[in-house]
């Protein structure tokens, strides 16, 4: 058991430029969460995956943002035409069917300029 | 309008003393959860309250959900330095898959 991993750890960008997340949750848990953290707030929740299903958006995922998880294992967050206010941590968690404790990756830390 | 409150927001105590930290919320949730995060860290799993009267306790923090109130408490017994984090209390929305985070409490526990 490796934990929750995250890539990049950090990035910075442009705006107006596309950025791509990859999220690889725990081998054995099935369900999948993205959130997004600024300075100061808690976590805001995005969306749910359960396996490859998106069960639940988040009215923050704009249209500028979409999240995959093909195969029911890592996740890809993507926000396109980046704005300064995309700026946060996009924290990534997963968890059991059955068990309630998420477990959180170590985050990546967007910079919009 | 779904709410999770915290209260107090910042929290600086001496070693040694005892503190509650209070998670309200407005929705309906039967589970409610507590996490632990230091500077620049992710989140850490503290606490799973799936039941109203749950209570939980973990070395000198306990925490307990009463769903009626809508209120959580995360007490602090005997505080130390390395308690120093910000703590965050999160319910689910009954039905769906979202979760709701309060803002934090930043606890500084002074030597």
């Known amino acids: 058991d490796t934990g929750v991993s995250q890539d990049p750890r950090h990035k910075i960008t442009k705006r107006g430029q596309n950025v791509t997340f990859r999220c690889d949750p725990i081998s054995e848990h099935n369900r999948l969460y993205w959130y997004r953290q600024t300075l100061g707030q808690g976590p805001e929740f995005l969306t749910y995956f359960q396996n490859e299903a998106q069960l639940e958006k988040s009215r923050l995922l704009s249209d500028r943002f979409s999240a995959e998880r093909p195969k029911g294992s890592f996740s890809t967050l993507e926000i396109q035409r980046t704005e300064q206010g995309d700026s946060a941590m996009y924290l990534c968690a997963s968890s059991r069917s059955g068990a309630e404790t998420q477990y959180f990756g170590p985050g990546t830390r967007l910079l919009v300029l | 309008e779904l709410k999770v409150e915290q209260n107090p927001l910042f929290l600086s105590m001496q070693e040694g003393k005892n503190y509650t930290i209070y998670c309200n919320y407005s929705t309906t949730s039967d589970r409610l959860y507590w996490y632990r995060q230091d500077p620049g860290k992710s989140l850490e799993s503290l606490f799973v309250l799936l039941s109203n009267g749950a209570v939980k306790q973990e070395g000198r923090l306990m925490a307990s959900l009463d769903t009626k109130a809508r209120l959580s408490t995360l007490h602090i017994t005997a505080a130390v330095h390395d308690l120093s984090a910000t703590y965050f209390c999160?319910?689910?929305?009954?039905?769906?898959?979202?979760?709701?985070f309060g803002t934090g409490t930043r606890l500084k526990v002074l030597a």
């Open positions: 999160a319910v689910d929305i009954a039905g769906t898959y979202k979760y709701i």
